[in-house]
């Protein structure tokens, strides 16, 4: 798979989204409680701190982040190694 600019591009916009949802997610882990509905949690202390929409919480909060993480850090190093890779032809 060729990896350019544009590619390695998606792939770090990618990780700084995922680092974003993982403060979105331990935040809501923080303050959840199961008595209190998430459009509240949301209203009352998500909102206010972060300014993202529920759709965005709801993606945070549903995704597995470690491993999306971890397969795109290896997207990027498999990206990185073949750009320093001498070319042969």
Known sequence: MGCDNKRLR????????LQR??????YYSEIFHPDIPLERL?????????FISKSTLYKAISISIPREL??????????LKHREAPNRK
Do not use: D, G
Request: glycine share 0%.
């Open 21 to 26: 949802y993982r403060q979105y997610a331990e």
């Open 42 to 50: 949301w209203r009352k202390w998500i909102y206010p701190k972060f």
């Open 70 to 79: 971890e397969e795109v850090e290896k997207a990027i190093e498999e990206c």
């Open 10 to 17: 998606r792939l770090y916009a990618r990780k700084n989204t």
